[in-house]
């Protein structure tokens, strides 16, 4: 079995938790408004003949000449309100205690996903990523109880392309006994053979449907337009009833407006353009809403990631979702820095902080530097445990008669103290304490601390043991896949 971790850590978001809000409700209203604007007048490019199709008969105007889908603002909405925005993502059947339950009243953090290299483990210089390097990343999340589900975080490059996201999917589902969310699973063939995986390993059909230990998403294409093979590959998994999302990563000023409210209504539109055929195509689907854009540096074009801009980014997707009554997946952490220095933690802290006062339910980017193109070991246990700081935080401030200790200080009175009061020994496990360095004048090095606690939990983790028979059949489905004839 893999290293056992505790119960998921996560924020939990209570009346007295702190909130935060960026647009108030009118600016909220006038950003829907126009998205909605966008795509009834504008509309989005849908490549996909069958998606093309289920618009049309919704109501929607198609040419099919181009492609174009303009959709009426009553389809969106009608559609989206078919939607099962609460349910629970699961881990593995031997572990329901690390199930995420998507409420509104928690939010929990991933890995980062996918960058095709990776700091070495021992050289701590950058190469080029394997799969042996996600197995030993699965292994090491799966010991930090603040990474409560997993994206593909690095791309097994040494693997064939045709299995690759089949592959690192797999490397996750037998690594963890944490929920896994596939984030290159991209097309449609690869979706039939997640889910026929997913289902091998839940115990059928009805089992994955029933606790779905799968979740996925697709991402548009910015600006205004989807990808054929994205939207055959939602389809698939909403059938199957995997919790599917629909991500939109505009760059403003090169693929969204330079403007935060521009970038934000476009972007609003190409989400929910897809979710909505999702639920033209499965009417109560669960699905989530997602967002991950960043600003281009006007001096370069290239990548900012980790400015200001990303945290209102941030903040306002999970308002605009909510707003929508949809729950939110936002990107954190993954700042511009190349190193876990200051630099990162200022901007992967402020992204992060954004999100869990505006209540985001799934955050993703723990572990990546230079704009989530490098993923590194140390950065994701130092994000693991700058996360768990921020869900410290996110519980605010309790005021019921034992946290106002008015009798402990009727007891110490003038000139007293609290060292030895019972209302102490009663509380003082709710101060917050790090895991992988020290408090006050005698703390570590958090570098230091971090790579011993790599070497440490990767010296005692194994991989999930599997019945001969599951593996055989888990390799037949990817076998299959990569040769075309699922």
Known sequence: MPTMSSTIECVTYTDAAPRLRVLDDAALARIHAAALDVLATTGVRVPLAPARALFAEAGAHVDEATGHVRLPATLVEEALKQATTRYTLCAHASRPDQDLVIDG??????????????VDWDTRQPRPSTLADLKRIVALADALPAIGFLWQSVSAADVPPAERPLRELLACLMGSTKHVQAMTIVTGHE???????ARAIAGGSDALRQRPILSAFQCAISPLSHDAEALAAALVLAEAGVPTGYLSMPLSGATAPITVAGHLV?????????LALIQLAHPGAPVFYAACGTVMDPRTGALTGGG?????LAAATCELGHWCGLPVLVGVFAPGATAPDWRSGLEGGLNTAFSVLARAELMSGAGCLRTAQVFDPVQMVLDAEAFRLLAHLGRGIATDAAALAADAIRRAGPGGNYLMADHTLRHMRGVWQPRTYQRGGEAGDPMTEAQEFIRDRLAHAEPLALDPGLR?????IIAAAASGRL
Not at 191 to 197: E, G, I, K, Q, S
């Open 472 to 476: 055989a059949e888990l390799e037949a």
């Open 308 to 312: 200001p801009e990303d945290a209102l």
């Open 105 to 118: 009243t928690r939010g929990y953090l991933s890995t980062d996903g996918s960058p095709a290299a990776i």
């Open 266 to 274: 476009q972007a609003h539109a190409e989400v929910l353009s897809g």
């Open 191 to 197: 979706a039939r053979a997640a889910v026929r995986m």
